[in-house]
Structures are given as C-alpha cells and as structure tokens.
C-alpha cells in the first residue's frame, strides 16, 4: 500500500483532521519538532487577525506509541482555537433560527469556491462552501508533511524553502548552502536572505493593507540529499515532477508550478539548458548545473529537487470586487470583515510541507517496507548498487 493521506475539517469547526497510512513502524516522531512546523507557518508579514487567535499544535491520536508509530494509520489533529466563537454556527445538528443565526453566506467572493462550489453542491449557504476551501485547511497538511520530513531527515534528506518574490518585488538568488538559507530565511518575516529587499517588500505589503488589496508571490523549495531513480519514467503518474506538480498547484491560491529554470526553459537553447554529465571517485555520477531542477524523466537525477511556486493574491479583498448576490441576482460590491493582505511566506512553508511529502511517497516506494529498519536495508543495499554502477 502506498503513502497516503486525507483531511476533514472546517476552518471554523471544532478541529481538522488528518489521517496517513501506509507509515512504516519504528519511525521516531519529535513533537517539537513537528510543532516547530505549524509555528513556521503561522507567521510571516501580512496575516490577519486570525493568526492572533491560533497558536497551532499538533496532537496525535492514532499509529503512535511512546515516540514511535506502530505501522498503524497515524491520525493528527490540530484544533481551531477560533471555533469557541462558531459553535452554534458550525454546529454539527441543526439550530434554530434564521440566516444571520446561521451566518448564511449568499454573496460569493470572486476568486474563492464560493459560487461553484454552491451550484455544483446544489448549496444555497455558501458557508458551506467556503468554510471547507479556506487555506485554514493548510494547517494540517504542513503537520503531514512535518512528519514526512522527520521520516526522510533519516536518510539525510532535507528540505528548505524560501520566498522569490512578492507583488513583483524579486529578491536576489540567495545561493546559500541550504542549512545557511534555513536559518537566514527563518529569521526573516517575509522569508527572504536579502535585507533590502525584505525591507521594501514589507513596506509594499503595509502599502497593500492601507489600500484593502491583496498581494500574491513566488515561492521555492529546494530538497537536498536525494539518491538518483526516484519516480519513474515508465508511467505517466509515476513522474515524481508530475507528482510534485499537481501537489504545488493544489495549495490554495497556487496558479502555476516551475521546475528549475522552468518557463526560462522556453527562451535558452538545449546546450544551456540540459546539465552535462560528471563522474568523480568521490561524488560518483553528478552535474555541472542543476538547470532542470533535480529531474531527467521524471526521476531524480541525484541534484537537488528546485521547485517553484505561484501564489495568486488571496481572494478576500477589503476593497470591494462586484460580485453577484444568489438569492437576488442583483450586483454587489464584496465586503469582508477580515483577511490577510500577503500570506506568501505562509505558503512557503506549506509548499516545503506538499513536496516533502511526494518525495516521502515516492521513497517508500522504490525501498518500501514495514519498518524503519526494512526500509533502511533496503536503501543501503540500493546505495551499494549505484556505487558499483
Ligand atoms: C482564509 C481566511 C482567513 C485566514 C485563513 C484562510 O480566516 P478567517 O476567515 O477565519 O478570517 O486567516 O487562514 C487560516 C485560518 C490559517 O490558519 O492559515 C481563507 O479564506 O482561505
């Protein structure tokens, strides 16, 4: 059975939930560690006034005994604090009242999953609706990913990420080894090593408030440590950058993914794009760039993975957007009570958490088995064979 993963939850119920199967036994969880995680991404220039009211932390109620999982699914939950303020309006039985008591939602907000969830649902609250799209929902999918990273950290594998730009403010190319790019970017509130550059884009995302608008970015994430032949190129859906793909864009508010130079790709001849072959005693088979980001068909190359992601500005904007009211049919302007004017360094984190994740999968794949111990055999013995190769 492969690595797998579901979540429940509403960002203004009680709670939300994940469950991942197909873990090996023996893997050591680090609590902190997984925690530190969530913090990471609760903070960053430009979150609203729901981040005051969460402090997120993950409690495991399933697969884990005494710091270590049993093979047995692993089910994580994150409480929402602010649910202390919904409980009658996202209460699980029917209350009494009307629409205000039920914060009924009949005005959808351009660029959310208000109105098409609501006409493909057949859902006349469009609550229901966005109660479930909210990125509230990337909480718990950066607790699954903190723990994929605590699983691949044991075979020297590890994963950063990093803000590129935000409302068209491009920070300079770091090019730090990654444990240096970690501790710079965690010290910044925008998750970029150039100070300048950190300076304006604050400033921007201030400017940004004061107006009512919103502001998107790029991200990147790098994971470094990789053995060569993860994913495949026989099938399509064994392509690990395919994979990694479709997990970037599925980030709420993510319109487009790049694999190292990516759309660049498009402008250069082949020569200054492919990465030409070396072999040293010492290093075995590796490159003289990482252009394509870690990936020739569809499998690691060996180099790290170089993953680029597109966030759209959020949706809920302070300053009106016409929109159409469903009860009426007559045009609105949408007004919102709050919401975050940039939450790109937020994303970042979540984009580390989602391509951790697929390389998790992709691991337990190629050197699958029950245990921690299996699993270690096994890719100690695959080491050996491409030593030898
Ligand atoms: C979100 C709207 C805001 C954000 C939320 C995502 O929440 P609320 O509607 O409660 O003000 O704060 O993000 C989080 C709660 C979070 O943990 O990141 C949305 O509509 O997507």
Redesign the pocket.
């Known amino acids: 059975m492969s690595l797998r993963y579901l979540t429940a939850g509403e960002?203004?119920g009680p709670q939300l939930t994940a469950i991942i199967e197909g873990l090996p036994s023996n893997l050591t969880i680090d609590f902190e560690a997984l925690n530190f995680q969530l913090q990471r991404?609760?903070k960053g220039h430009g979150?609203?006034?729901?981040?005051q009211i969460?402090q997120?932390t993950a409690q495991i109620v399933g697969g884990v005994r005494h710091g270590r999982t049993t093979g047995a699914p692993v089910a994580v939950v994150v409480a929402n604090n602010?649910w202390k303020h919904w409980t009658s309006v996202m209460n699980v039985e029917p209350i009494e009242g009307g629409d205000e008591a039920k914060r009924r939602v009949h005005r959808p907000r351009p660029g959310?999953a208000d109105l098409n969830g609501g006409i493909k649902y057949e859902l006349h609250d469009l609550r229901n609706v966005?109660e479930r799209?909210?990125?509230?929902e990337?909480?718990i999918r950066v607790a699954v990913g903190a723990i994929a990273r605590q699983f691949l950290a044991n075979f020297g594998i590890r994963v950063a990420g990093h803000v590129v730009s935000i409302g068209g403010i491009v920070a300079p190319a770091p090019n730090l080894p990654i444990d240096e790019l970690i501790e710079r970017t965690e010290a910044s509130p925008v998750r970029v090593v150039d100070a300048e550059t950190e300076q304006r884009m604050i400033a921007l995302i201030d400017q940004t408030k004061t107006d009512g608008d919103s502001i998107g970015g790029v991200v990147e994430c790098i994971v470094t440590g990789l053995p060569i032949g993860l994913g495949s190129h026989v099938q399509w859906d064994r392509k690990l950058d395919g994979r990694i793909a479709q997990a970037v864009v599925s980030i709420?508010a993510f319109k487009g993914v790049e694999i190292g130079i990516g759309f660049e790709a498009a402008n250069q001849p082949g020569s200054k794009v492919h990465d030409e072959i070396l072999y040293t005693e010492e290093r075995g088979y590796h490159r003289a760039s990482n252009r394509l980001g870690g990936f020739e068909g569809g499998m690691t190359n060996g180099e790290p993975i170089v993953v680029r992601g597109v966030m759209k500005p959020?949706p809920?904007l302070y300053k009106p957007l016409q929109s159409v009211d469903i009860d009426t049919k007559e045009a609105f302007s949408a007004q919102v009570?709050?919401?975050?004017a940039c939450?790109v360094p937020?994303a970042s984190v979540v984009m580390e958490s989602v391509v951790v994740w697929e390389v998790a999968k992709a691991f337990l794949e190629k050197f699958g088995g029950d245990s921690m111990e299996e699993i270690k055999a096994n890719y100690e013995n695959y080491l050996k064979q491409v030593a030898a190769y």
């Open positions: 960002t203004h991404r609760q979150r609203g006034r729901r981040m969460e997120d602010d959310h966005l799209s909210s990125a509230r990337t909480a709420n959020i809920t009570e709050r919401s975050d939450a937020a």
